[in-house]
């Protein structure tokens, strides 16, 4: 009989996220600065259309 079920070597999920893909991880961060660039260029717009 052979279980693995308390190896420490168990990859908990706090761990799948701390070693994420460094290409994934860049990928996310240009899509987030794009979606703050949209935002931002909005607010400006907004503001200079509003005075």
């Known amino acids: 009989m052979n279980t693995n079920t308390n ?3 168990n ?3 706090w761990n799948k ?3 994420a893909p460094f290409k994934k991880v860049v990928a996310f ?3 987030c600065m794009g979606i703050g660039v949209v935002i931002g260029i ?3 717009v907004y503001l200079i ?3």
């Open 7 to 9: 190896s420490p070597k």
């Open 11 to 13: 990859e908990s999920s």
């Open 17 to 19: 996220m701390v070693h």
């Open 29 to 31: 961060d240009l899509i």
């Open 42 to 44: 909005g607010i400006g």
């Open 49 to 51: 259309a509003g005075m």
